[in-house]
T-cell receptor, first 114, second 110 residues
Framework: NAGVTQTPKFQVLKTGQSMTLQCAQDMNHEYMSWYRQDPGMGLRLIHYSVGAGITDQGEVPNGYNVSRSTTEDFPLRLLSAAPSQTSVYFC?????????????FGQGTRLTVV | SQELEQSPQSLIVQEGKNLTINCTSSKTLYGLYWYKQKYGEGLIFLMMLQKGGEEKSHEKITAKLDEKKQQSSLHITASQPSHAGIYLCGADRGNNDMRFGAGTRLTVKP
């Protein structure tokens, strides 16, 4: 049982490049989300989705786009990478959003923008 | 300042000692979650608390949500090296928006 799978695990980008971080879950969860983790800041919510075709912004959405065409996949796109986007990115899923539910996290993608 | 403040930021204890980590919210909590993160890995769910005064235990870890639902504590009894990692509290703001504290880094010395 794979759970939440993120790819790649590591990535180095040059400023201005674009890329997509992949996230897939095999638990048929409705709710999926993306976080970034920076030292001293904890996890900050970037975007989330409560189901296929529905996405919404979190705390720090600028510079990132998402889409949810299927229940399983929730890719995060960086259109023009900036050094400020150097971070560790985590994807998470849960049966539904909000209270009363445990979230399952991927192993993270460590992104460096030079 | 962050919406969820954790204290201490880091903690070094001798194996076998007890310890407590606190999480204080600036807003009423609708649900409080505790996660553990091993270095370089994702988060693992520990416990979820919803009602003021609720207390849950799993093995040697106990978490409690205070009556006014603005503070939670995580207590580890007789710590072991396997308890080492980063402990994060998370809270639901009531609109599918989860917020997390900055984490407490725990080191357990054998």
């Amino acid at each position: 049982n794979a759970g939440v799978t993120q790819t790649p695990k590591f990535q180095v980008l040059k400023t201005g490049q674009s890329m997509t971080l992949q996230c897939a879950q095999d638990m048929n969860h409705e709710y999926m989300s993306w976080y970034r983790q920076d030292p001293g800041m904890g996890l900050r919510l970037i975007h989330y989705s409560v189901g296929a075709g529905i996405t919404d912004q979190g705390e720090v959405p600028n510079g990132y786009n998402v889409s949810r065409s299927t229940t399983e996949d929730f890719p995060l796109r960086l259109l023009s990478a900036a050094p400020s986007q150097t971070s560790v990115y985590f994807c998470a899923s849960s049966p539904w959003g909000g209270a009363n539910t445990e979230a399952f996290f991927g192993q993270g993608t460590r992104l460096t923008v030079v | 300042s962050q919406e969820l403040e954790q204290s201490p930021q880091s903690l070094i204890v001798q194996e076998g000692k007890n310890l407590t980590i606190n999480c204080t919210s600036s807003k009423t909590l609708y649900g409080l979650y505790w996660y553990k993160q091993k270095y370089g890995e994702g988060l693992i769910f520990l416990m979820m608390l919803q009602k003021g005064g609720e207390e849950k235990s799993h093995e040697k870890i106990t978490a409690k949500l205070d009556e006014k639902k603005q503070q939670s504590s995580l207590h580890i009894t007789a710590s072991q090296p396997s308890h080492a990692g980063i402990y994060l509290c998370g809270a639901d703001r009531g609109n599918n928006d989860m917020r997390f504290g900055a984490g407490t880094r725990l080191t357990v010395k054998p």
